[in-house]
């Protein structure tokens, strides 16, 4: 598999590729590409070529040194520029580089001297440092990424961030388990220093020139009788006739086909224009040179397809090729994940607005035909749409039905509809809930908890990684860790109209440990949120592990996200109860999280732990506690070796608290809730929860396998 990744983040002008066992091959070759994902606010799709014999993927985001790393596979990094190209049996990639141009300017984005680009941080190496430059820096990258894919390094089960326990590469601390000295060493020491570089990458792309193919009627007017000798011609050896005539290759075969050409254009805004269409590089595919492109991809900013400089040059390329256009605005925002959705729509019928049905849009902000000025063959990009390159080129949409909850045509939501038990479960519920009396008020009632992402490890078919927002009125909000995926889910949760409202209202951002599903969403939360505050003078704090700082401050080397005058970072450790001397070996680095409000309510939050004594004792009288609950009673072994909760070791957590300041419950009505993505609840809501659980069961009923849960106990 090879990975081309879109935006230069980990490496600059970076050229990923993974060692892949080749799969068994189809009859006859076949290449196609596929659109996987929408262009949504998140950025654009990724895109794999399939071929026979190997996979590549263009467009793939961060990479995470300090929390993402695999023992159980191996990575190649092939750096490139203008001047260096990629090949292999299949395929060969030429990059193009683009840099914005602001108006006024007179020239693009600077580029940085070579002498000032090498310059780095020192490396530590005992008592004696280095300043690490040009090849040398190079090379220490490459064995940070060594360090971090390495099917070699020993014996055991793949360690991730997410198998291993929760203890940091702290530089100070010796490794006192085994291993590699050498590899903990790269992975914990500081990067080569880099800074960011503003490029859009543009590739194009040559499949591998078509193999001669043999006339058997030009060999037989020249006197070549069939055998042996057709064989020899074939493979480019000459032959000699009885006669003494000598017969070349080129004299029986038809000459060579260059393979087919795709390119895939990254043109964020207008500012990236003049420098994209003036390179070279193009001009053997516009009209009059001397290939053609099969198909053009081209991800856009919402500004650039209205451009009349980039419709001339489009128009370039000849009416024979087509042309695919990705921009948020070109691409519905609609349902990408179905099942969830399907579920979302169960939960609703309980109460649609406690778990909303996701946002989604069936039919773009602009259609491709209301454009003018584009050639005939330009379409539209789709998800999961595919073009075959060979060996007949066409576009070709999934064929699917459109999600749409309200066309009650639809099979899925018939089958819902028509589901008497559910339905019947579900009225029940509401009658209940409908008694549980919520009027009373009393402080942080009115409180909003947002849980976006409930699962755990990596994201699953009904549940996101960790997030859950907690909106605190006329105050703004706090977001309770972040996985990878948050954003989406804050999409899907509020719809694009109200996203940038709600990232203004983010003030602060927890992270409870290093696991890479409770904080790979943060960055992008960081960056969207200054794009929402502008120039304001707000601050964005986030709370979280000592080292997680050391990454940001990585990240931010290589992207700019914001101005970092405005992101305050606080350690956890600075905020603990009772400070401590750090041990030479920790066996876990997790924090909980107390709030405590001056109007008189408090909010206890785990994280991933075992159950903590620490927690119980600074969660009395909580307003609320949101407890992970990962396994359930029947996997407490599997528990205690990840440490994690679960489902009744939570709920003893709970009960070991006292809750004065709500209204007292029945027995029946038990003060345990499971959440789900996007459930969205007030405080003075909790107790109606319990209520939808007989419901709830229905509906997971016909699931595969159990999903992680998060519970809330009021």
């Not at 799969?23 to 290449?31: C, D, T």
């Not at 203008?82 to 060969?92: A, I, M, P, T, V």
């Not at 539209?380 to 060979?390: F, K």
Request: charged fraction near 25%.
């Amino acid at each position: 598999m090879l990975l081309i990744q879109h935006y230069s983040i980990a490496f600059k002008r970076s050229l990923y590729q993974f060692t892949l066992l080749k799969q068994q091959q189809r009859r006859g070759m076949k290449a196609y590409i596929q659109i996987v994902g929408q262009h949504t606010p998140e950025g654009p799709p990724s895109v794999i070529l399939h071929y026979d014999s190997q996979r590549y993927i263009f467009n793939v985001r961060e990479a995470t040194r300090r929390f993402a790393y695999r023992t159980s596979s191996t990575l190649e990094v092939n750096e490139f520029d203008e001047k260096k190209e990629f090949s292999d049996k299949n395929l060969s990639v030429k990059p193009v580089i683009a840099l914005p141009q602001l108006p006024g300017q007179k020239r693009p984005f600077e580029k940085v001297d070579e002498e000032e680009e090498e310059v780095t941080v020192e490396k530590e190496t005992g008592s004696d440092s280095k300043r690490l430059v040009g090849n040398e820096a190079d090379n220490y990258r490459q064995q940070v990424i060594a360090s971090m894919f390495s099917d070699k390094s020993n014996n055991n089960k793949s360690a991730t961030a997410i198998d291993a326990n929760c203890t940091p590469r702290h530089p100070l601390r010796n490794n006192k388990k085994g291993g590699n000295d050498n590899q903990i060493n790269y992975l914990r020491q500081p990067l080569p220093y880099t800074r960011p570089y503003p490029a859009a990458i543009s590739y194009i792309c040559q499949g591998a020139t078509l193999p001669r193919k043999f006339n058997k009627d030009a060999a037989l007017a020249l006197g070549v009788r069939p055998g042996p000798l057709y064989g020899q011609l074939h493979k480019g050896q000459s032959v000699t006739l009885e006669d003494g005539r000598v017969v070349t290759q080129d004299m029986v075969c038809d000459p060579p086909k260059p393979g087919h050409v795709f390119m895939l254009i990254d043109c964020p805004s207008v500012a990236y224009i003049d420098q994209l269409i003036g390179s070279e590089k193009f001009k053997e595919f516009q009209t009059g040179g001397k290939q053609q492109a099969n198909v053009i991809l081209h991800f856009l900013g919402n500004d650039v397809i209205h451009d009349e400089r980039y419709k001339q040059w489009v128009a370039s390329f000849g009416e024979n090729t087509d042309h695919v256009f990705s921009s948020q605005e070109l691409c519905r925002q609609d349902v990408q994940f179905t099942s969830h959705a399907l579920c979302q729509v169960k939960l609703s019928k309980l109460d649609e607005t406690i778990f909303p049905v996701p946002k989604y849009s069936v039919t773009p902000e602009l259609n491709i035909s209301d454009i003018d000025g584009l050639p005939t063959k330009s379409f539209a990009l789709d998800s999961m749409a595919t073009y075959n390159l060979e060996p007949k080129r066409n576009l070709e949409y999934l064929n699917r039905p459109i999600f749409d909850h309200t066309n009650r045509e639809l099979p899925e939501i018939k089958a819902i509809e028509n589901n008497k038990e559910y339905n019947d479960a579900a009225d029940l519920a509401r009658l209940e809930a409908s008694k549980v009396d919520i009027s009373q008020a009393f402080p942080g009632h009115d409180v909003e908890v947002i849980t976006l992402g409930t699962g755990s490890s990596i994201p699953a078919k009904y549940r996101n990684v960790s997030a859950t927002l907690v909106k605190i009125p006329d105050y703004g909000s706090i977001m309770l860790d972040a996985g990878e995926g948050t954003y989406g889910q804050m999409i899907r949760r509020f719809g694009i109209e109200s996203l940038e409202r709600e990232m203004r209202s983010l003030g602060c951002i927890f992270v409870s440990h290093l696991h890479a599903d409770h904080h790979l969403g943060v960055i992008q939360l960081i960056r969207k949120w200054y794009e929402a505050n502008g120039d304001k003078t707000s601050c964005l704090t986030v709370i979280a592990p000592r080292v997680f700082r050391d990454w940001l401050n990585e990240y931010c080397q290589v992207e700019f996200v914001g101005n970092r005058r405005r992101l305050k970072f606080i350690s956890n450790e600075n905020l603990l109860t009772h400070r401590q001397a750090y041990p030479d070996e920790m066996t876990a680095w997790a924090y909980g999280l107390s709030i405590e409000h001056e109007n008189g309510w408090k909010l206890v939050y785990s994280g991933d732990t075992r159950p903590c004594d620490n927690l119980i004792k600074e969660g009395q009288n909580a307003t609320l506690l949101i407890h992970e609950a990962t396994f359930d009673d029947t996997e407490k072994e599997n528990a205690e070796e990840k440490r994690h909760t679960t489902t009744g070791e939570a709920i003893e957590v709970g009960q070991s608290q006292r809750y004065p300041k709500i209204p007292n419950l029945s027995e029946e009505q038990s003060n345990v809730c499971f959440s789900f993505d996007l459930m969205s609840t007030l405080i003075k809501q909790i107790p109606i929860l319990p209520k939808f659980t007989n419901a709830m069961q229905l509906i997971f009923k016909e699931s595969e396998e159990p999903e992680d849960e998060q519970v809330i106990i009021k």
